[in-house]
Antibody
Framework: EVQLLESGGGLVQPGGSLRLSCAAS????????MSWVRQAPGKGLEWVSG????????YYADSVKGRFTISRDNSKNTLCLQMNSLRAEDTAVYYC?????????????WGQGALVTVSS | QSVLTQPPSASGTPGQRVTISCSGS????????VNWYHQLPGTAPKLLIY???QRPSGVPDRFSGSKSGTSASLAISGLQSEDEADYYC???????????FGGGTKLTVL
């Protein structure tokens, strides 16, 4: 059974940093692209960042480019998102999502989400 | 403002057929496949349709997708109360170099 378990969410002040992790199990982690997708309270879905199978390709939404860094450790089946210079508008539930294949486009499994609140 | 445009709401009665539209541009729907997700309140989204019209295993054939030009549609036939959820379309965008989502459509079963 595919499982994605996010951790690391919480309350952080504007300008602060937070690191999200996603522990994957139930599939060959190294064979699939992975992404982070967020959802602000009462709002729709927004893709944040994605990473290719070998981590050779990383992609970011313009809204987080230069502030967030995605990474993966295929030996530990772990996906991470380092978030710096956080802003109030980054407040959201962050979902870890597995792609159906090696390219970033079709998210067939999602984690339960980690809430990130940016507030003073 | 979302890159893909969906109606904010849709509704139907049990047994009816409803459709949800998704409008984009040449850089996304016009040149890439469309995927649909649904999200029940308080839960994570789930993949409903991928590659325009393919259903993952376990998704009932009451759900179908189509695409024409820069628009796509999700059809739900034999509407059931458990279909009440938020529905999102998504597609890769060649200009933005990443997937883009529609703003979501809240489906109400009357």
């Amino acid at each position: 059974e595919v499982q994605l378990l996010e951790s690391g969410g919480g309350l952080v002040q504007p300008g602060g940093s937070l690191r999200l992790s996603c522990a994957a199990s139930g599939f060959t982690f190294s064979s699939y692209a992975m992404s982070w997708v967020r959802q602000a309270p009462g709002k729709g879905l927004e893709w944040v960042s994605g990473i290719s199978v070998s981590a050779g390709g990383t992609y970011y939404a313009d809204s987080v480019k230069g502030r967030f860094t995605i990474s993966r450790d295929n030996s530990k089946n772990t996906l991470c998102l380092q978030m710096n210079s956080l802003r109030a508008e980054d407040t959201a539930v962050y979902y870890c999502a597995k792609d159906r294949g090696a390219t970033i486009s079709q998210f067939d499994y999602w984690g339960q989400g980690a809430l990130v609140t940016v507030s003073s | 403002q979302s890159v893909l445009t969906q109606p904010p709401s849709a509704s139907g009665t049990p047994g009816q057929r409803v459709t949800i539209s998704c409008s984009g541009s040449s850089s996304n729907i016009g040149s890439n496949t469309v995927n649909w997700y649904h999200q029940l309140p308080g839960t994570a989204p789930k993949l409903l349709i991928y590659s325009n019209n393919q259903r993952p295993s376990g998704v009932p054939d009451r759900f179908s997708g189509s695409k024409s030009g820069t628009s796509a549609s999700l059809a739900i036939s034999g509407l059931q109360s458990e279909d009440e959820a938020d529905y999102y379309c998504a597609a890769w965008d060649d200009s933005l170099i990443g997937p883009v989502f529609g703003g979501g459509t809240k489906l109400t079963v009357l």
